[in-house]
């Protein structure tokens, strides 16, 4: 099989990656608090600032202001990613299972809407998509490489973070978040 040329519409994904990759070592260093604790107490948990332009699948502006409330899983992935959709599944079970409950899975892409359409054509998800058309969210907090997922409270505090692809689903998460829906 012969490995097509590079070219402008080919190279941008994987540019992007090289440069992320080369910079994900800082993001780890950015909380250092944070790489020894897998889920953080109560009285350790920052605030997360999660203000940013997010449109959704239809273009309109979504905040994640509007999922009050609940518990938040926000996986920042893309459709050229491996990782990001080995993981998808197990998000989407996460959500089925959880959802009832208080737990919304919100996958982050700035990949344009009309990729994501297609994308969903083919490998349909029930998850909430949104779109970070110029990573204001991703630079906010940080985020260089993906996937990349954030467990935050109803509060918005950071709980847990992630950094590559999980399953998310297994008896010890469900049971990790699920304490953390009966707080």
């Known amino acids: ?9 080919n190279r941008a994904p994987w540019s992007t990656a090289l440069a992320l990759a080369l ?6 260093a950015t909380w250092p608090e944070l790489r020894a604790q897998v889920w953080m107490e109560v009285g350790a948990r920052p605030a997360v ?27 920042f992935w893309a459709t050229w990613c ?15 299972r959880l959802g009832r409950r208080g737990l919304r ?17 083919e490998s349909p998800y029930a998850l909430t998509i949104l779109i970070d058309p110029d990573r204001t969210l991703a630079r906010r907090l940080r985020i260089w490489s993906i996937p990349w997922t954030l467990v935050l409270d109803s509060r918005r505090r950071l709980v847990h ?5 999980r399953l998310w689903d297994t008896p010890e998460t469900i049971e990790d978040l699920t304490a953390l829906l009966n707080e």
């Open 49 to 75: 600032d999660l203000q940013a332009p997010l449109v959704d699948l239809e273009g309109r502006r979504v905040s994640l202001g509007d999922f009050r409330d609940r518990v938040l899983v926000i996986n």
């Open 105 to 121: 899975v919100v996958a982050v892409t700035d990949e344009p809407r009309e990729v994501i359409a297609a994308f969903l054509r």
């Open 1 to 9: 099989m012969q490995t097509p040329p590079l070219t402008a519409v």
């Open 23 to 28: 910079v994900a070592g800082e993001v780890a």
């Open 161 to 165: 973070f992630h950094q590559g692809a």
């Open 82 to 96: 491996g990782p990001c959709l080995a993981e998808m599944p197990s998000l989407e079970r996460l959500q089925e």
